[in-house]
């Protein structure tokens, strides 16, 4: 049985990675939320089970994924903490809590996944990383992959790079919309009707970023081959250039870095 804490969108979309993987049947998963509204949402919308509370989750799963903000995974551990079983898989997606200190909070041993998905996951192509701690073996550790693996790529690191996942995975679909945004709003401003010119930006970047996944060229190579002598995209490549486009991303991430590490 694979529990879930907190059913907000993330939570759905592991939920709804699971099942597309048939990882779990419908009956196997047990969710719970402190809003009746939304558990009864994310029931009618999986078919999953509900409990009457997150002690009830924890007593009835083999695997807890705890899919709540940092703000309130303390609250939650201290009431799940008493029903914890040492032979319990706990997932805490919780940015910026870290293994030991989630461990305190237990004040208990148990086996412990932390990890930093990405809202992609919600269409089935995420990118998460992910560390364990001391307890987890070899197979608890192929379970917790192959459930954060259900929507998306999952890659191990050490905890240490967790606050870098962060920035270049974590919170990088915002910066990504940016540019998509950026990309429509000239293309509108040259013309295009802007539903279509938000399809064409989106596709660009989708498909970009599978050239670098299946094609294992580095981005820079791939760049050069856009770049024709005399040609338009250079022309535009300079000009990101001059308006510090690169420096700006990575001042972005190095920002985003920071303020992760200090959560």
């Not at 009835?60 to 551990?77: F, M, T, Y």
């Not at 401003?189 to 094609?215: C, H, I, N, W």
């Not at 081959?225 to 995209?233: K, R, Y």
Request: glycine content about 10%; aromatic content about 4%.
């Amino acid at each position: 049985m694979i529990g879930v804490i907190g059913l907000g969108n993330m939570a759905q979309a592991i939920i709804g990675g699971i099942l597309k993987q048939h990882l779990a049947g419908e009956g196997s998963i047990i969710g719970y939320d402190k809003s009746p509204a939304a558990m009864s949402r994310v029931s009618e919308m999986y078919g999953i089970a509900t409990g009457d509370s997150n002690k009830d989750v924890v007593g009835r799963a083999d695997v807890v994924i705890l899919a709540v903000k940092p703000q309130v995974i303390g609250d939650v551990i201290e009431e799940i903490a008493p029903s914890a079983s040492s032979d319990t898989i706990f997932i805490s997606i919780a940015p910026g809590k870290s293994i030991s200190w989630i461990t305190e909070k237990f004040g208990k041993k148990i086996k412990l996944v932390r990890c930093m998905p990405n809202t992609p996951a919600l269409v089935g192509e995420g990118m998460t990383g992910y560390c364990v701690n001391e307890n987890i073996t070899e197979e608890d550790k192929e379970t917790a992959k192959k459930i954060l693996e259900s929507f998306g790529r999952a890659e191990e690191v050490n905890e240490g790079l967790l606050a870098a996942v962060t920035s270049v995975s974590g919170s990088s679909p915002a910066y990504v919309f940016m540019l998509i945004e950026a990309m429509a709003d000239q293309a509108v401003a040259d013309g295009m009707a802007r539903p279509q010119a938000y399809e064409f930006a989106a596709q660009a970047v989708l498909g970009s970023a599978k050239m670098v996944l299946e094609t294992g060229k580095h981005p820079g190579e791939l760049k050069d081959m856009v770049c024709s002598p005399a040609g338009t995209t250079i022309q535009a490549v300079r000009i990101l250039e001059k308006n510090g486009f690169r420096a700006a991303v990575e001042e972005a991430m190095a920002a985003c870095t920071e303020k992760a590490q200090k959560m």
